[in-house]
T-cell receptor, first 115, second 112 residues
Framework: QKEVEQDPGPLSVPEGAIVSLNCTYS??????FMWYRQYSRKGPELLMY????GNKEDGRFTAQVDKSSKYISLFIRDSQPSDSATYLC???????????????FGTGTRLTVIP | NAGVTQTPKFQVLKTGQSMTLQCAQD?????MSWYRQDPGMGLRLIHY???????DQGEVPNGYNVSRSTTEDFPLRLLSAAPSQTSVYFC???????????FGSGTRLTVV
């Protein structure tokens, strides 16, 4: 079983829709949770960063962490064609030999926002 | 622009050849890492460094070497390229443990 599971999609939505992206994980020690956006043939770009459980909002983006369910979500409101990209969840726990320096990534969800 | 710079962007190698992927950051970050990205596998840690002179192995270190002589540079060496090393390689850096990483734009490597 992978440490982090993410539905690969692809996911297509019309412009203006609310998008929900999700990841589940198995390691209850994970404390730091991130969402990265990756455009085609580019490097991942940090979108959202949260520590432990709760919600965090930044403009049209909201990240939610539910540690009791080992489940994290990214919501995109009023989606735009420029949001078309692959979204990667990532997390780490700062423990273990590599824990502090190893981000555990989902495989990514490819999103297309149709004008 | 401040950030993580990777060279080359593309490379084709023959099996058995060696090469060095370059990575440089100008943000004075102590922590640097190399990841490889493969379809269906996500990003996996190859090697990392917590400061100049200090490196350690990640999840998939076999066939790769690293060194960190300065804070800015963290090159990744492929010792004897194999087709299984065909991948996209990303270098990343962060100023502190647990913080988000800044990634470079990647090196697309094909081993034939």
């Amino acid at each position: 079983q992978k440490e982090v599971e993410q539905d690969p999609g692809p996911l297509s939505v019309p412009e203006g829709a609310i998008v929900s992206l999700n990841c589940t994980y198995s390691n209850s020690a994970f404390q730091y949770f991130m969402w990265y956006r990756q455009y085609s043939r580019k490097g991942p770009e940090l979108l959202m960063y949260t520590y432990s459980s709760g919600n965090k909002e930044d403009g049209r983006f909201t990240a939610q962490v539910d540690k009791s369910s080992k489940y994290i979500s990214l919501f995109i409101r009023d989606s735009q064609p420029s949001d078309s990209a692959t979204y990667l969840c990532a997390m780490n726990n700062l423990s273990g030999r590599t824990g502090a320096n190893n981000l555990f990534f989902g495989t990514g969800t490819r999103l297309t926002v149709i004008p | 622009n401040a950030g993580v710079t990777q060279t080359p962007k593309f490379q084709v190698l023959k099996t058995g050849q060696s090469m060095t992927l370059q990575c440089a950051q100008d943000m004075n970050h102590e922590y640097m890492s190399w990841y490889r990205q493969d379809p269906g596998m996500g990003l996996r840690l190859i090697h990392y460094s917590v400061g100049a002179g200090i490196t350690d192995q990640g999840e998939v270190p076999n066939g790769y070497n690293v060194s960190r002589s300065t804070t800015e540079d963290f090159p990744l060496r492929l010792l004897s390229a194999a087709p299984s090393q065909t991948s996209v390689y990303f270098c990343a850096s962060t100023p502190q443990r647990g913080a988000g990483y800044t990634f470079g734009s990647g090196t697309r490597l094909t081993v034939v």
